[in-house]
């Protein structure tokens, strides 16, 4: 066993942290988008380039193709006997769709300060580089990996990762590991790493309202008309309660609760009301379902999210006009004991049961994705407790998080295997928001994490018997 102080490979990833920013500056350039055929081109050419870097760092790398965009694929397979760790990330990021609210082009990555600005630096390129880096310093000072290791990374998490998931479906073989690792979650603040171990399911819907077969003259028309952009305000306001519920009834059938101690662990260890309304840009007030702490209702509790509406005319010079139509998305998060299927039933029939009988409503389903949960005594979720405490000199606090990352729960069923999702994301880095970044000392220490997590699961030879769950 080799003392991990003393590991050749933090050593090595010390003395490059200039190349490994280089590298990272390049990779964030591709505008790889997902689910937007105008960016399907850069994707794969994102996939390319990274498939490519795996094989430089000593990696079997290719791209794989699936029912959706590619996968990069990367093996190491030396080291018989012991846990294969399978390191998951994502390639693809979010549009950035307003680049007037960028500092610096979203797509020409600026490093200011200790940080690297650009639409994925974080999210979520940034922190799958670490397990990339530590991989590569592992390989090139010892020549071997402590484990088996399968790197998969995906072309299209942020559209609800279904290349992926029918590939864990129709060949789970492919992807067999012991422990998954991932890192596309925040830590707990600046400088305190996390551990999330729950997250959010997630249903992706869109809401259109249609009525008259073409644009009409306000002035004509107007009060005669169930204009379609006002019946969709309408209805989209009936979605929620006075009391900050959702109105869908059923919704909440079935939602697992905390326990008691699970509600003192949060409330103990999570930012309080004031610190996540700070994150979130300081809005005038709290906003949402009475008796809970806003930490609780944005990772323990289900919420339904407006997040557009379009129609009508929003240009500079006003246009009377009555839209043909208007189209509101709509994303909820699911909890543990929530079924995406279930819940998108019955969000068409209360739309049914309260839509105004004057216009057209069509409800249209993009993705949905299961809830996840993890079992925080795992050995492996322990190790990588003890990895993050070493590298960032601070505890590792276990989190639950409103956000949801399709793959996990269908990685934690095909795999019957822990996913430690190892946050490297400070809260404030703009995930999905304009000036995105990652903070490169977070970075930096995210690569010495990740060799002394490897480090540890490889120094038992024999898988870890405790075998993790993922809540349906
Ligand atoms: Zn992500």
């Not at 190491?76 to 307003?98: C, E, F, I, K, N």
């Amino acid at each position: 066993m080799i003392a991990p102080a003393a590991h050749p490979a933090l050593a090595y990833a010390r003395a490059h942290r200039a190349r490994v920013v280089s590298e990272l500056k390049r990779f964030v350039a591709f505008p790889s988008v997902a689910g937007n055929p105008a960016h399907a081109g850069d994707v794969r050419r994102c996939a390319g380039w990274l498939a490519e870097h795996l094989r430089s760092i000593g990696l079997e790398a290719r791209v794989r193709e699936t029912s959706g965009a590619p996968l990069v694929v990367a093996r190491w397979s030396g080291a018989p006997g012991r846990p294969t760790v399978l390191v998951y990330g994502h390639y693809d990021v979010q549009p950035a769709d307003d680049p007037d609210e960028w500092t610096s082009p979203p797509f020409q990555p600026a490093v200011r300060g200790d940080e690297l600005f650009g639409r994925g630096a974080c999210d979520d390129k940034g922190q799958l580089w670490a397990h990339v880096n530590a991989i590569e310093a592992l390989l090139r000072t010892t020549g071997r990996l402590p484990v088996n290791v399968v790197c998969v990374f995906e072309g299209e998490e942020e559209a609800g990762s279904a290349g992926l998931l029918d590939a864990l479906r129709r060949a789970p073989g492919e992807f067999a590991a012991d422990v998954a690792l991932v890192s596309d979650t925040p830590m707990r603040a600046p400088g305190r790493p996390g551990i999330t171990y729950g997250l959010r399911g997630a249903l992706s819907l869109e809401l259109e309202v249609r009525g008259p077969s073409h644009d009409l003259h306000s002035g004509v028309y107007g009060g005669a008309v169930h204009n379609p952009l006002q019946a969709l305000c309408e209805i989209v306001a009936r979605l929620h309660g006075p009391d900050g519920r959702i109105a869908v009834p059923g919704l909440y059938d079935g939602v697992q609760p905390p326990s008691r101690g699970e509600r003192a662990y949060l409330a103990r260890t999570g930012p309080s009301d004031r610190e996540l309304l700070a994150n979130a840009g300081d809005p005038p007030g709290g906003w949402g379902e009475r008796g809970w702490t806003a930490y609780e209702r944005c990772t323990v509790r289900p919420s339904l999210s407006v997040n557009g509406i379009t129609g009508g005319h929003g240009g500079e010079a006003g246009m009377a006009v009555i839209p043909a139509h208007a189209v509101a998305k709509l994303s909820l998060r699911l909890v543990p004991g929530q079924d995406p299927s279930r819940v998108d039933r019955l969000f068409r029939e209360h739309v049914a049961r309260i839509a105004p009988r004057t216009v057209r409503v069509e409800v249209r389903t993009r993705f949905g994705a299961q809830p996840a949960r993890m079992d925080t005594r795992h050995p492996a979720m322990r190790a990588a407790a003890r990895a993050l405490r070493q590298a960032f000199g601070a505890p590792a606090v276990f989190l639950r998080s409103g956000g949801t990352i399709p793959v996990v729960n269908a990685l934690g069923q095909a795999l019957g295997a822990p996913v430690v999702l190892m946050g490297l994301a400070r809260p404030r880095d703009g995930m999905h928001a304009p000036d995105e970044r990652m903070h490169l000392p977070t970075l930096f220490r995210g690569i010495e994490a990740s060799i002394r997590f490897l480090c540890a699961m490889g120094r038992d030879a024999s898988p870890p018997a405790e075998k993790g769950r993922a809540d349906r």
